[in-house]
């Protein structure tokens, strides 16, 4: 027998018996579409902590077990045996691609990677000073208006052109974001080189000097852009899926998701994590911000620890960490701010207000410290992970296209504001 949910209302003795759907992983859900029209009511969820706002067969994560899996390959195996441009062709294709495949991929990536020409003037209206993430955003947009009337969003075909598109044209994106900053002319792509080669290219060449990144750079940073690649329907993805359901440019709704993951509580927090070791500055102030995360009278809180779902160790942090240990001992490099980083995170773990609420380091806790060690400032911080995770946005945009329930997403509301009153002319009042 199908199993149903059945939700009486008290008051009037009604009952609605709602289906609930299973899927490969995960809570059932109940489906509550027939509420409003058989009971007049609507659900509540502040955060939507407890809603699946859709259907997914991209990525899995559970928070209890600490597991993330895309398109069933666990996070581990994705993150010790491929690179960044083959998990978004996982993403975005469903399968692992062939050899031949994964040439074709590849070479069709990099014959998109350069933008059209003007789209470098928009950097220039910028000040001088403008967070880089602001710039991308706009910049995003921008290119919207370059494909608009030849993007068919109907059309399947189009529909990967767009998405090859995003992901070949964010590193450019990202780079100028910083040389603008820097003062540093801009980059053409250099087609010789690897997605991840070419971007860190792109952005930290030098005009009057050969560059070649170092192996360990490279192998770190895509390695870090396999962790950001897509994380199941985070506020930055959600919005990315709501601007779609109106039918938007994907562009746009790629810029409408970096916007959101500007936020410290969302990708911002990698930026927000640096500045807080900064704040620490030595080992031994460490217990002394722990004490003041846990004070509820003040704001501050432990930046990149926490989570929506992962009530255990996000496994994003474990791999970081551990790749961040490797890369500051090949780089032979002496971090302070590492040092600082694990022992807040020992206290906090061992800390009965972190342990009982299961507060554990996220993605972003370790992530800027590696992007640190590669020289990248902190502005740009956001931007690596915004450029990484519109691989998982335009996956997530596409399968949105081909959802039989596509319709523009439309939440409600409780209203708690006045009743209907008369307007009372100025001199009244
Ligand atoms: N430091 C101190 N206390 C915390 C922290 C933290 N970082 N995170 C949560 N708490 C506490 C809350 O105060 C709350 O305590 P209470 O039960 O006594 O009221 C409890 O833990 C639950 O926290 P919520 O805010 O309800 O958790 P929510 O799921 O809404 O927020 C979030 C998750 C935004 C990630 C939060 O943990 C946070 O602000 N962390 C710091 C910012 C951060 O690292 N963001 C990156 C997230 S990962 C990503 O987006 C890539």
């Not at 199908?2 to 609930?20: F, M, S």
């Not at 090859?164 to 540093?184: F, H, I, T, W």
């Not at 400032?377 to 959802?403: H, K, N, Y």
């Amino acid at each position: 027998m199908a199993r149903t949910v059945t939700i009486t209302d008290n008051k009037t003795g009604k009952q609605l018996e709602c289906p609930v759907s299973e899927g490969t992983y995960g809570p059932p859900v109940i489906n509550t579409k027939s509420l409003y029209k058989e009971l007049g009511m609507f659900t509540f969820d502040p955060g939507y902590a407890t809603t699946a706002s859709c259907r997914s067969a991209i990525t899995y994560l559970d928070g209890e077990k600490g597991i993330l899996l895309h398109r069933g390959y666990p996070i581990e195996q994705l993150a010790q045996n491929s690179t960044f441009l083959e998990v978004v062709y996982l993403l975005i294709h469903g399968e692992l691609p062939t050899r031949q495949q994964m040439d074709e991929w590849d070479h069709s990536i990099k014959m998109h990677m350069m933008t059209h020409e003007h789209i470098s003037r928009f950097y220039s209206a910028y000040r001088y000073d403008a967070h880089p993430m602001s710039i991308m955003a706009g910049v995003s947009s921008a290119i919207a208006s370059y494909y608009h009337d030849r993007t068919d969003i109907k059309d399947p075909a189009n529909r990967l052109i767009t998405a090859r598109r995003v992901v070949a044209k964010m590193p450019n994106v990202a780079s100028k974001c910083y040389r603008y900053a820097s003062g540093l002319p801009f980059v053409y792509p250099d087609n010789s080189r690897s997605y991840v080669e070419n971007f860190m290219y792109m952005t930290f060449s030098w005009p009057t000097e050969d560059y070649e990144p170092s192996a360990v750079a490279v192998r770190a940073l895509d390695l870090l852009f396999i962790l950001h690649a897509d994380h199941e329907q985070n506020a930055s993805t959600s919005t990315v899926r709501l601007a779609g359901s109106s039918e938007a440019n994907p562009f746009a709704c790629v810029a409408a998701g970096i916007t959101t993951l500007w936020g410290k509580s969302h990708g911002g927090a990698n930026e927000a994590v640096i500045r807080m070791l900064e704040e620490i500055g030595t080992p031994a102030n460490v217990r002394k911000y722990v004490d003041r995360a846990k004070d509820r009278k003040d704001s501050f809180r432990l930046m990149g620890f926490g989570h929506r779902v992962y009530k255990k160790y996000d496994p994003r942090a474990k791999i970081i960490r551990e790749a961040c240990h490797a890369l500051l001992a090949e780089m032979n490099l002496n971090q302070p701010l590492f040092e600082i980083a694990m022992e807040l995170e020992r206290i906090a773990l061992e800390d009965e207000y972190f342990i009982k609420r299961k507060l554990y380091p996220n993605v972003d806790f370790y992530s800027g410290l590696i992007y640190q060690a590669l020289r990248i400032p902190a502005s740009m911080f956001t931007v690596m992970f915004a450029l990484a995770r519109s691989a998982g946005w335009i996956a997530q945009w596409m399968e949105l296209m081909e959802d039989k329930d596509f319709r523009i997403g439309r939440p409600r509301q409780l209203y708690i504001g006045e009743q209907s009153r008369d307007y009372v002319p100025m001199g009244e009042r």
